[in-house]
């Protein structure tokens, strides 16, 4: 649905910040693709421009793709933000500019909702969700779009149900311009893990989509010519395990229809493995990652963080379980724990080996607002405000120790022979269990064989010529080819150049430690 009853038109500009460089947003891996400028579409910004008043014009710009202009800030009467605390700068920064052009600023996001205070120069705080506090933003821009006198807060007590959701306006985004396209089904998790902001920001009983919602949305994606990767954004897939089951089948017969033209990828808690019947209509749907929030391999600090349903099967067994499904599990490792001992990273490196995950994301730990640890160190004393930090952590081991020992981590996980050698694994034993697919006509089109030779033109070049590397990625791809996977050697190619890349840089501490913290590496994403 959309806001109703207004009469009035404002033209609205809607603006998304510039990510600070992180693991995991791939940006070394752009390079190597047919255009790729961006991580994934912004969900709630999207949806916002989606839910505004029907004759509201309404430009869309991501400065991962391109700056803000003068002529947009011209043409526009007011400007939407949204975005989380690691583009808390940024989002200062586009307030700053858009108040050169007196215009009012509202913001919305994560963010935002977490930590009002970051924001003090915004006109208008949109806290919380999509709901009553969105009708009164935009009753009251109807009225007057000039900038108030004081800063506005508009907290959301009334949700908009998300069954009511309009399909986020994909439409105004350059969607081929995005490494993965995005869709969300719920919202909210269950659980409780002490450094998550899940639970308190969107709540612990999921909101949902309907089944027809998602597939009008992939419908519309499909229209906006996504052919590749699309991954659910949900905070845990199987946050509610009834409304999955309930959506998978739906999955399954558009995957039918479409000829299987989307790759999807979730987030959902290890536990999953306990579900055949969920990976199997996953299979089906033709999922083939899940990002697992492992955290750790050690249980006593799954246990001190709350994350005890890591444990219902034992981890090795549980990631097994859902590669013999074809899925691929990417998993989230966080070190600088208070459980942390000071062989930690040689536990975590022997993990890394056997558990043949490819992609690990391993930050240091961020004591995020609105956590239980965040109120737990709050009252320990043990927040450092101090953006030169890769942590705003006081660990229990001395920081230098847990930062090289991180930075060692990094190296060693990601030296390329290492990680081919994971990659091999899944080529042998997971992917061979995804479902076969018909080669449709989508596949032979003319489009998709030039963006495949343009590609690859670039991973022979940029890794198998110019790379230092090139010795054990020409071992990988040579047998690819030899087996005719060739999108199975691109996507492999592209995401362990950038973790390759990624991991280098963070070694010697030219990347931060934290998907989270605000210290920033601007340099690293040129957007303009
Ligand atoms: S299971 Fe995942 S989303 Fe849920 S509270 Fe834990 S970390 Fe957060």
Same mark, same amino acid.
């Given at each position: 649905?959309? $806001?109703?009853?207004?009469? #009035?038109?404002?033209? &609205?500009? *809607?603006?998304?910040?510039?990510? !600070? =460089?992180?693991?995991? #947003?791939?940006?070394? $891996?752009?390079?190597?693709?047919?255009?790729?400028?961006?991580?994934?579409?912004?969900?709630?910004?999207?949806?916002? $421009?989606?839910?505004?008043?029907?004759?509201?014009?309404?430009?869309?710009?991501?400065?991962?793709?391109? +700056?803000? !202009?003068?002529?947009?800030?011209?043409?526009?009467?007011?400007?939407?933000?949204?975005?989380?605390?690691?583009? /808390?700068?940024?989002?200062?920064? %586009? *307030? /700053?500019?858009?108040? +050169?052009?007196?215009?009012?600023?509202? %913001?919305?996001?994560? =963010?935002?909702?977490? *930590?009002?205070?970051?924001?003090?120069? @915004?006109?208008?705080?949109h806290v919380g969700e999509l709901g009553d506090a969105t009708d009164e933003l935009i009753g009251r821009l109807a009225r007057n779009p000039s900038r108030p006198d004081q800063q506005v807060v508009l907290k959301t007590a009334d949700r908009l149900d998300m069954s009511r959701f309009p399909i986020p306006a994909y439409e105004l985004a350059e969607i081929k311009r995005y490494f993965l396209a995005s869709i969300q089904y719920s919202s909210g998790c269950p659980y409780q893990c002490e450094f998550c902001d899940i639970p308190g920001l969107y709540g612990r009983n999921p909101r949902l989509k309907t089944p027809q919602q998602i597939t009008a949305e992939l419908d519309k994606l499909l229209e906006c010519g996504v052919t590749g990767s699309v991954y659910f954004v949900d905070d845990n897939f199987i946050g509610n395990r009834k409304a999955a089951v309930e959506l998978l089948p739906h999955l399954v017969e558009w995957q039918k229809k479409t000829g299987y033209v989307m790759r999807l990828a979730c987030e959902a808690t290890?536990? %999953?493995?306990?579900?055949?019947?969920?990976?199997?209509?996953? /299979?089906?749907? @033709?999922?083939? #990652?899940? @990002? *697992?929030?492992?955290? #750790?391999?050690?249980?006593?600090?799954?246990? $001190?963080?709350?994350?005890?349903?890591?444990?219902?099967?034992? &981890?090795?067994?549980?990631?097994? !379980?859902i590669n013999s499904y074809g899925m691929e599990v990417v998993s989230g490792i966080i070190m600088g724990l208070d459980t942390d001992k000071p062989d930690t990273g040689e536990a975590l490196l022997a993990f890394v080996d056997e558990s043949r995950i490819p992609l690990l994301t391993i930050n240091l730990l961020q004591a995020l607002p609105k956590t239980p640890l965040w109120d737990r160190l709050e009252r320990a004393n043990r927040l450092i405000d101090d953006e030169a930090r890769d942590s705003n952590v006081d660990f229990l081991l001395p920081y230098d120790q847990v930062v090289s020992s991180w930075r060692k981590c990094m190296e060693i996980a990601y030296q390329p022979e290492r990680l081919y050698a994971r990659y091999q694994y899944q080529v042998d034993f997971t992917y061979p269990n995804r479902l076969k697919i018909p080669v449709t006509p989508e596949q032979k089109s003319w489009a998709n064989i030039k963006r495949g030779l343009i590609m690859l033109r670039n991973i022979f070049w940029k890794v198998g010529v110019l790379g230092d590397y090139r010795k054990v990625f020409w071992k990988f791809a040579l047998a690819r080819l030899r087996h005719g996977d060739i999108e199975g050697l691109i996507s492999s190619a592209m995401i362990g150049h950038h973790l390759i890349m990624f991991a280098r840089a963070a070694s010697v501490g030219q990347q931060n430690a934290s998907n989270y913290s605000i210290r920033l590496r601007e340099a690293s994403v040129p957007a303009e």
């Open positions: 649905m959309r $806001a109703q009853g207004i009469e #009035t038109v404002r033209r &609205i500009l *809607c603006i998304f910040p510039r990510y !600070t =460089s992180s693991f995991g #947003t791939f940006e070394y $891996a752009y390079p190597l693709t047919d255009g790729v400028q961006a991580f994934m579409p912004p969900q709630g910004l999207l949806v916002i $421009a989606a839910y505004l008043p029907e004759n509201w014009p309404v430009r869309f710009v991501d400065e991962n793709i391109r +700056a803000t !202009t003068k002529e947009d800030f011209e043409w526009a009467e007011a400007v939407f933000v949204s975005g989380m605390h690691i583009q /808390r700068n940024q989002l200062n920064d %586009i *307030c /700053r500019r858009a108040h +050169a052009f007196d215009l009012a600023v509202a %913001i919305g996001g994560p =963010s935002v909702s977490a *930590c009002p205070d970051y924001y003090p120069a @915004f006109d208008y705080l290890l536990n %999953i493995a306990k579900r055949p019947e969920i990976l199997e209509k996953m /299979r089906e749907a @033709f999922f083939i #990652t899940i @990002f *697992c929030g492992i955290e #750790t391999p050690d249980p006593d600090a799954l246990k $001190a963080m709350h994350k005890d349903h890591n444990m219902m099967v034992p &981890i090795l067994e549980g990631i097994r !379980t």
